[in-house]
């Protein structure tokens, strides 16, 4: 009977130390996560920089619409098992493993189709919306591409987006030491025409602001 209870007790020390990841396997997911997170990280951003550029880097409004149109479409099939974008094609594999969702890059496009039909944004709101959906979304992606374990490293992550982009836009405004090109007066042009109201002691009427170049 003594003997009987040995074995068991060595079956089941058996069991244990074989279900027990080693080191050794602890590692090896580890650089297979890595090596993942390296292939899903670039693939996202070119699709973000992809979808910026129909946006910003096309004159005609029309011709960037139809541009964002089709990757709303490319998405779209891209989720029923249809990418045909070496971008889709590359970041597809991936969108399970890190939690990324059709509405993850759908706000990206819409982010950018809404920016086409502003003239100017007249408030805080307004700008911060726009960079919620072209920021400080993907910022949460990439966070979630690297492994986040905590649920605040989402929420940080996206503040993170939203500051990067409004410094990138000041930034552009040329109100940053960095960025500084000329006075007073050549600032205040350029965030004329960037749709940004430029306030002088007294209110400036909206249809005195001149239409707006595509905001970064």
């Not at 990138?168 to 940053?176: E, P």
């Not at 042009?189 to 400036?204: C, D, F, K, M, R």
Request: with cysteine; net charge positive; aromatic share 4%.
């Amino acid at each position: 009977a003594q003997h009987a209870l040995d074995r068991a007790a060595l079956r089941d020390r058996h069991l244990r130390l074989r279900d027990r990841p080693v080191a050794h396997d602890l590692d090896r997911r580890a650089a297979q996560k890595m090596q993942d997170a390296h292939a899903a990280l670039p693939a996202f951003a070119v699709f973000c920089r992809e979808v910026g550029a129909a946006a910003n880097q096309v004159h005609d409004p029309a011709v960037a619409a139809r541009k964002l149109a089709w990757w709303r479409d490319e998405v779209e099939n891209a989720w029923a098992g249809q990418p045909s974008h070496p971008v889709m094609l590359a970041l597809m594999p991936h969108t399970a493993t890190h939690g990324i969702d059709r509405a993850h890059l759908c706000a990206v496009i819409d982010g950018w189709a809404a920016n086409l039909q502003q003239n100017r944004y007249l408030d805080v709101a307004g700008l911060a919306h726009f960079c919620h959906r072209t920021a400080g979304i993907p910022a949460e992606v990439a966070a979630r591409i690297f492994g986040h374990s905590h649920p605040a490293t989402l929420a940080y992550a996206h503040r993170i987006g939203l500051a990067i982009q409004l410094t990138h836009i000041i930034r552009k405004l040329g109100l940053l030491p960095i960025g500084i090109r000329g006075g007073a007066a050549q600032q205040n042009q350029q965030a004329l025409e960037l749709g940004i109201p430029v306030h002088s002691g007294h209110s400036t009427a909206v249809s005195s602001i001149a239409p707006k170049q595509q905001i970064p």
